[in-house]
């Protein structure tokens, strides 16, 4: 099965256990939205959900995973890769990631034609106290659009 994998890094089976007290790396879910089952156990229930992890094929690669953006569920790589979600704590205040297309699918193989500068949005987040977060996406904006919260942030819980 080794043989198949296309993940070279270790663990060769791959993380999904990122969660850190007071970093922003991890799983976050929207407050009311009834955690990692969603409310009444819908079919959708990924809606609420909101990661900052690291990509399952090259964990080098930052990754920011998105139940609802721009109205649809949508993962993305970091444009520059930095910063390192599991270093940003409360103390740093608003953070922007500007969000890219992954350069590579399930097998490892490169996309042709992805361009990974070319940004679909940004997600502006803020860590607080208590194990929460704020968070807004702001689809087809760069970083330099994008100076702070509107009425349309939201608030994310561990």
Do not use: C
Not at 8 to 22: C, M, Q, S, V
Not at 123 to 141: D, H, I, S, Y
Request: proline letters at 5%.
């Amino acid at each position: 099965m080794l043989k198949l994998n296309p993940r070279t890094a270790e663990p060769r089976g791959g993380k999904i256990d990122y969660d850190l007290d007071g970093r922003l790396v991890g799983n976050w879910y929207e407050v009311g939205s009834g955690g990692y089952a969603g409310r009444n156990r819908r079919l959708d229930y990924w809606i609420g959900h909101l990661t900052f992890a690291y990509h399952h094929i090259d964990p080098t690669r930052i990754v920011v995973s998105l139940g609802s953006f721009d109205g649809r569920p949508r993962q993305f790589w970091v444009k520059g890769n930095v910063p390192d979600p599991a270093k940003i704590s409360e103390s740093d205040g608003l953070v922007k990631y500007e969000l890219v297309y992954s350069a590579i699918d399930n097998s490892g193989k490169r996309y042709d034609g992805i361009d990974t500068n070319r940004v679909h949005g940004v997600v502006l987040t803020q860590v607080l106290p208590n194990r929460q977060l704020r968070v807004e996406a702001f689809p087809g904006k760069t970083a330099a659009n994008v100076s702070g919260f509107t009425t349309g942030a939201k608030s994310y819980e561990r």
